[in-house]
Nanobody
Framework: QVQLVESGGGLVQPGGSLRLSCAATRTFFSANAMGWYRQAPGEQRELVARDSRSSIINYADSVKGRFTISRDNAKNTMYLQMNSLKPEDTAVYYC?????????WGQGTQVTVSS
């Protein structure tokens, strides 16, 4: 059974940084796409960053220049480096990986940006 386990969320002041991690129990080499999404209270889940099999990376306009998605294939771990955090970045962040035609999701990790 494939599992995605996220970590790294927490409370940070505006302007601060966090790095989220997503460890998978399956190799990324066969993944069709992977990415990070977030969902704020009362809002729909939205794409934050996505890395496709063709290595095309897409970012939401709201995070461009501040967030960076990366991966370590040897560790089957994906990261989201978040810099210059704003209160509007507050949300539950989920990692997502597509193997074959199926989406797999992590359990989510809370990020709260507040002074």
């Amino acid at each position: 059974q494939v599992q995605l386990v996220e970590s790294g969320g927490g409370l940070v002041q505006p302007g601060g940084s966090l790095r989220l991690s997503c460890a998978a129990t399956r190799t990324f080499f066969s993944a069709n796409a992977m990415g990070w999404y977030r969902q704020a209270p009362g809002e729909q889940r939205e794409l934050v960053a996505r890395d496709s099999r063709s290595s095309i990376i897409n970012y939401a306009d709201s995070v461009k220049g501040r967030f960076t998605i990366s991966r370590d294939n040897a560790k089957n771990t994906m990261y989201l480096q978040m810099n210059s955090l704003k209160p509007e970045d507050t949300a539950v962040y989920y990692c997502n990986v597509v193997w074959g035609y199926r989406d797999y999701w992590g359990q989510g990790t809370q990020v709260t940006v507040s002074s």
